[in-house]
């Protein structure tokens, strides 16, 4: 007799498969830097017409390729380092669930395939894509077991793809796109460092430097309220008539004062406690900061 495939078990192995995928991309990591870049799109475009809504498609597609393939060549160079840590020890690769070679093919294949999708949008989209993936595979990940910079290099491909929605919705490198850029990449910092903050122990296991002065001290916490600050000046740059045709009306830059100085709360309190669980708590509230500071943005763009 023929031996009978067992539904229930390639069911199982599909569903293995596509959360293995979903691990190696860091999923929930990519599409929140997916949204960035649709909400720099939504900022660039002049009146939003139907034919926006394929390039806002392929650059959701193209910007999850470039963050996926990013993250993935990231698990494949520090799989050794991985297997040290509580947090990432269960992750597709230093787990055996994936072979490092099988991880470098869909590594690969989404950087061809997020290069082709970004350069259908225009060139420059593309440009900018591929520079994130080398500075982030090349300089930020093997400097993280070296100095503690490797977060302010980490923070260049961190802050492109709000800046990438804007060049893809223009096809044009300006003070405008430059602005989005600097408002991302202050904010890296205080989101990073709470992070490297209450996981300092487990990344201690792999010899990760975090944190700017290698400690959860004063030092630390004074630069994380300094950094929230200068996020604070950034995002209210709109609202002083400087940045070209991207600017916010005085009742926005209101809402964006207001939203800064909630953050800013969380990062004096983190000063004064520097507890794991302030440390959290300001991971948690930068990452709101972030979303509703875009979406106040946009709306401010399509109702005044």
């Given at each position: ?20 995928f979903l691990e190696i991309t ?34 959701a597609i193209g910007g999850y ?64 894509g591929a520079i994130s993936i ?171």
């Amino acid at each position: 007799m023929k031996p009978t495939l067992n539904s229930s078990s390639n069911s199982f192995n599909l569903k293995s498969i596509y959360v293995d995928f979903l691990e190696i991309t860091k999923a929930r990591l990519a599409i929140s830097v997916v949204f960035s870049s649709l909400a720099g799109f939504m900022l660039g475009v002049l009146d939003f017409h139907s034919s926006d809504w394929l390039v806002l498609f392929k650059l959701a597609i193209g910007g999850y390729c470039m963050v996926g393939a990013s993250n993935a060549f990231n698990q494949v160079i520090e799989k050794d380092l991985d297997e040290l840590m509580d947090r990432t020890k269960n992750r597709p690769v230093p787990s055996g669930r994936m072979t490092p070679n099988s991880a470098l093919l869909i590594a690969g294949f989404l950087t061809l395939v997020g290069i082709i999708i970004l350069y259908t949008i225009n060139p420059k989209s593309a440009l900018f894509g591929a520079i994130s993936i080398f500075i982030y595979t090349s300089l930020y990940t093997p400097l993280k077991t070296i100095t503690p910079l490797s977060v302010f290099v980490g923070a260049f491909p961190g802050a492109i793809p709000f800046m990438l929605g804007w060049v893809a919705a223009t096809n044009n490198f300006g003070i405008e796109a430059g602005t989005l850029f600097l408002i991302q990449f202050f904010w890296q910092f205080p989101h990073f460092w709470a992070i490297g903050w209450f996981l300092f122990e487990d990344y201690e296991k792999a010899g990760f430097f975090m944190l700017p002065t290698g400690k959860k001290d004063k030092g630390t916490a004074l630069q994380i309220i300094l950094y929230t600050v200068w996020l604070l000046l950034a995002s209210l740059l709109p609202a002083l008539g400087y940045t070209g045709s991207f600017f916010i009306s005085p009742i926005a830059a209101i809402v964006v004062f207001l939203l800064g100085i909630w953050m800013l709360v969380y990062a004096v309190k983190l000063y004064q406690t520097r507890s794991e669980k302030s440390a959290r708590t300001l991971m948690l509230v930068s990452v709101s900061y972030i979303t509703l500071l875009q979406i106040v943005y946009i709306l401010d763009k399509f109702l005044r």
